[in-house]
């Protein structure tokens, strides 16, 4: 039976960075209340010409690169996002023009900040079918396009930004299972339709990001170690053999909040990209993983899980190892 990996990751972000302070210039708000309550410390913001596309072209161009293929090796490529303007062509058919990949299946899908881990099932699952060999899978967010600027309860809160992985077929091992040997471990997903207002894009042509911040908090404490725990045992493994945690960058507390309910090993690493890059939605799994990568934090086939959750409300994450 045929599985699929992390073969390579890529990210970007725009260079212009805002500041706390320079925030507070803007709202009436503080440094010391952001990083207090959410551990963020800045956020990078896309220029006005700088569209999702383009984010989302130049990651997936690294991840690309990072992998050695040819862009004709590429038959899937699915963007994770729901702040891309444009509906036709989609974002993912606009990565393929730009970055020359002839005849792949391309799509986005908008499951709010829980898109990318689900798009990276999506791509598992298709592989594993045989539908595809290598896929691009991103997350790209323009959050900037969708904040109230004078809302000091969200516009805190939101940064730009991109992350790609190219994943690609394997051969499992014999009796392997979940994300040891073959890569990329079952996905535990799902959502509760009686949040689906808890996070929500309000408007139509322009909208803006709007949610119930106190009770997604309390849901994200309250739900989400369970579900951790579940995508480790479907992967054959426990949070303490996990070499790595990568949950949605939404706010530093609920990251220690859900982690600290886990039996993970004390060396274990932990994303904390939300203090440099605040909460870019579906871009903030592939953004962190691919930095962490990058550094050389996490050891190549290393367990890592990786859990996202958002507007719907949704959640999607697995165990993958990274690559
Ligand atoms: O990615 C999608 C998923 N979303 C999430 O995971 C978000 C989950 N929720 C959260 O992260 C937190 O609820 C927030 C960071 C959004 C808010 O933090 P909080 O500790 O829940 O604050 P709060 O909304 O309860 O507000 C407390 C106080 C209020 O003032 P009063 O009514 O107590 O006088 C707010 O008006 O803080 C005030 N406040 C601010 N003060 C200074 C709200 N925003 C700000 C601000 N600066 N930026």
Redesign the pocket.
């Known amino acids: 039976m045929s599985g699929s990996r992390i073969a390579a990751l890529g990210h970007y972000q725009p260079s212009r960075v805002l500041t706390n302070d320079e ?1 507070s210039t803007m ?4 440094d010391e ?2 990083r207090r ?2 551990g963020i410390a800045t956020r990078r913001i896309a220029a006005p010409d700088e569209s999702v596309t383009d984010m989302a072209a130049a990651a997936a161009g690294k991840a690309l690169a990072s992998a050695g293929l040819r862009p004709s090796g590429i038959d899937l490529i699915t963007v994770a996002t729901c702040t891309a303007i444009d509906r036709c062509p989609s974002t993912a058919a606009q990565v393929a023009a730009r970055l020359g990949i002839p005849s792949a299946v391309a799509y986005d899908l908008n499951n ?2 829980a898109g990318f881990t689900t798009a990276l099932a999506g791509a598992d699952h298709a592989v594993r079918a045989g539908a595809a060999r290598h896929a691009l899978v991103i997350g790209a967010e323009k959050m900037s396009d969708v904040t109230d600027w004078t809302d ?6 939101l940064g730009d930004g991109a992350g790609a992985a190219v994943v690609s077929a394997v051969e499992e091992a014999d009796g392997a299972e979940g994300a040891g040997r073959a890569g990329i471990g079952p996905v535990v997903w799902g959502s509760d339709p009686t949040r689906a207002d808890a ?1 929500r894009l309000v408007g139509d042509w322009h909208p803006h990001f709007a ?1 119930e ?2 009770s ?2 309390r849901w ?1 404490t309250g739900e989400l170690p369970a579900i951790a725990r579940e995508a480790c045992r479907r992967a054959g493994l426990t949070p303490a053999d996990l070499a790595g945690v990568i949950t ?1 960058q ?2 530093l ?2 990251i220690e909040a859900v982690l600290r309910q886990l039996d993970l090993r004390d060396d274990v690493v932990i994303a904390q990209d939300v203090v440099e890059s605040g ?1 870019t ?1 579906a871009a903030s799994v592939p953004l962190a993983l691919s930095k962490l990568t990058e550094r050389g934090d996490i050891p190549s086939g290393a367990p890592v899980l990786l859990l996202a ?3 719907g409300l949704s959640w999607a994450g697995q165990v993958v190892a990274c690559p």
């Open positions: 925030l709202v009436d708000t503080s209340w952001i309550r959410t709010g900040c000091r309860g969200t516009c805190v809160l996070v949610q911040g106190q997604v908090f994200a949605h939404a706010n507390r609920i909460n939605s959750f958002g507007g």
